[in-house]
């Protein structure tokens, strides 16, 4: 019930035992309201392996209200680090795109992007943090923000783990804040996920986010993904905005897709 993980090691094949080297988490808070559940997984026969997750619901619904999350394809980075990304054919489901020019993100300023916006869309974006001490993006934002949902960004404010903690090199940290996503009543709580992730030294942001109504998944630099239900109580609850706290930040680039069903 802590939720679900990945272990790395070693096959000892005059043993029969794997030894394990390293490990991590899917879901970095508790597997209900609204959590990561449940992962089921295959070798893709390219070096990778497969991960589909259950999603537990956060509002009393009628009948079963789970969901399943986008299979993630994890490959290894290095002998202890995996590398995770959506897998299959996802880009099929894209409609109507959109294209956001490179712009400057003022300190303390939240840009709303005109246009970008959507209950069922992919983002893509790449965003130079420029020494700021967090750069978030909101979706799901109402005009008034009476409801948006938060991925924050926060620049070298992990731990200090292996070879990189030795050299005096720090994790980031992902976060995805769920707590102003609804204004309904019975919409259960859930403390933000908050997970690390390491950017080599100069690396951008790159942020690949989904949005499907009711869940919210969020891939960044190929290294790390976090994901949490949703349940927005308003019709005009659509829109994208991004921020830098302290500092000015760069956007480099951003595309944004209204995704298509599946059926």
Not at 179 to 193: C, G, I, K
């Amino acid at each position: 019930m802590s939720g679900g993980k990945y272990l790395l090691g070693d096959d000892d094949t005059v043993r029969d035992k794997l030894v394990l080297t390293a490990g991590g988490d899917f879901n970095f808070g508790p597997v209900s309201p609204c959590g990561v559940h449940a992962p089921s997984a295959t070798p893709d026969g390219k070096g990778g392996v497969v991960v589909l997750f259950n999603m537990n619901s956060g509002k009393p619904t009628p009948g079963w209200g789970h969901l399943m999350s986008l299979p993630r394809r994890l490959t290894l980075l290095g002998r202890d680090e995996i590398g995770v990304e959506p897998a299959g054919a996802i880009e099929s489901l894209r409609g109507v795109g959109q294209q956001v020019s490179a712009m400057a993100l003022p300190a303390n300023q939240e840009v709303v992007l005109d246009g970008v916006q959507g209950s069922a869309m992919e983002i893509v974006a790449e965003i130079d943090p420029r020494g700021a001490p967090v750069v978030a993006m909101s979706v799901l934002r109402s005009p008034n923000r009476e409801e948006y949902t938060r991925i924050a960004f926060f620049s070298e404010r992990g731990y200090a783990r292996g070879p990189r903690g030795l050299q005096g090199g720090r994790d980031s940290v992902i976060t995805l804040d769920t707590s102003t996503s609804s204004t309904l009543a019975d919409v259960q709580s859930r403390p933000p996920e908050t997970a690390p992730v390491y950017l080599e030294p100069g690396e951008p942001l790159r942020l690949r986010v989904f949005v499907d109504r009711s869940i919210v998944e969020v891939f960044a630099n190929g290294r790390q993904c976090i994901a949490a239900r949703v349940y927005p109580g308003r019709d005009d609850s659509l829109g994208v905005s991004l921020r830098s706290q302290g500092r000015d930040a760069t956007l480099k680039s951003l595309s944004a897709w209204t995704l298509k069903g599946i059926y």
